[in-house]
């Protein structure tokens, strides 16, 4: 009997894995950092993201690793100046959500690293993490029209002359639009 419960458990949960898809979903989009700063210092940017999320999808659950790079135009303004260094970001998490059967996704990623370096007088690398809450249209063929908003904060800086972390804290608030492109295999 124990046997016969055993196999029927094993078909069961098999037959449930089955319907289990691999999920990979490259994304590519425009960010706009919306409020950013550090102590007296104000960030304003504009720039091109390039991302992916990779992982499972069952039932309308999905969850998996997202990651996601870009390079842009720093504005820092001081009370005394404005300047702008090239720099780039990325963040690597994990995330959950639901592909709703209306044409609509949603999801949440958590950052457990994210980064954001720049180069001024000195090059400079924050180091932090960070959550985004997303939103998606699948109404299109292929490809879904998304909406994250994001949120890090980054505690400890690294620049060329030391490493600190006495004060170095940093918040930037994102919004990211993008075109991405679902794959369930």
Do not use: C, H
Not at 2 to 11: D, G, R, S, W, Y
Not at 79 to 90: G, I, L, P, V
Not at 145 to 171: G, I, M, R
Request: no cysteine; glycine share 10%.
């Amino acid at each position: 009997m124990k046997t016969l419960l055993k196999l029927i458990t094993v078909m069961i949960f098999s037959t449930q894995l089955s319907y289990a898809a691999l999920l990979i979903e490259p994304y590519l989009g425009y960010k706009v950092i919306t409020d950013g700063e550090e102590g007296t210092k104000e960030y304003d940017t504009k720039g091109i993201a390039l991302g992916g999320r990779i992982g499972y999808q069952q039932l309308g659950l999905m969850g998996g690793i997202d990651f996601n790079t870009s390079s842009f135009d720093l504005k820092t303004t001081t009370t005394t100046a404005t300047t702008e260094n090239d720099a780039s970001s990325s963040d690597f998490g994990i995330f959950v959500g639901y592909n709703a059967p209306i044409l609509v996704r949603v999801w949440i990623s958590y950052y457990l690293s994210s980064s954001l370096d720049f180069k001024n007088s000195t090059e400079s690398e924050y180091k932090g993490n960070g959550y985004a809450l997303g939103v998606g249209y699948t109404g299109f063929p292929f490809i879904s029209l998304n909406f994250e908003y994001k949120q890090k904060s980054y505690d400890e800086l690294e620049t060329s002359t030391a490493t600190s972390n006495l004060n170095p804290e940093a918040d930037f608030n994102e919004i990211l639009l993008s075109v991405s492109l679902p794959l369930s295999f």
